[in-house]
């Protein structure tokens, strides 16, 4: 299994790669001060041999093909875009949340994301 964070502004199949930029004198943790999250897309494409599990919220679970019919119900056999419109896109926080990218677009920048 892989827990991940991940950059939820952008659906499957849109692939975002985060960076990491790391803080001045963080010593070894490196302390990213800039998104090293990605996509759930960019995900995949990094671990080819993982599908996506779970979305809730900004978190991904991921998990090994070779386990996923083991562990998998009739709601993880969901397209990936499913997956993240019910686990982040339906999800209560992304409007409510104050740090939500979703929240913070549309009240600074009256751009709501819901239109794609």
């Known amino acids: 299994l892989i827990h991940a964070e991940v950059d939820v502004m952008?659906?499957?199949?849109?692939?975002?790669?985060?960076?990491?930029?790391?803080?001045?004198?963080?010593?070894q943790l490196?302390?990213?001060?800039?998104?090293?999250?990605?996509?759930?897309?960019?995900?995949?494409r990094v671990a080819p041999k993982y599908r996506l599990l779970h979305v809730e919220f900004v978190n991904a679970v991921f998990i090994h093909e070779s386990l996923f019919d083991l562990v998998a119900g009739p709601f993880e056999r969901r397209s990936d875009e499913e997956k993240w419109r019910l686990g982040y896109f339906c999800h209560p926080?992304?409007?409510?949340?104050?740090?939500?990218?979703?929240?913070?677009?549309?009240?600074s920048h009256h751009f709501d994301s819901s239109v794609f």
Do not use: K, V
């Open 10 to 27: 952008f659906p499957p199949p849109l692939t975002f790669r985060g960076y990491f930029a790391q803080t001045p004198n963080a010593g």
């Open 30 to 44: 490196g302390h990213s001060s800039s998104s090293a999250c990605g996509s759930i897309s960019e995900f995949l």
């Open 93 to 107: 926080l992304r409007s409510t949340y104050p740090h939500s990218w979703h929240r913070i677009m549309r009240r």
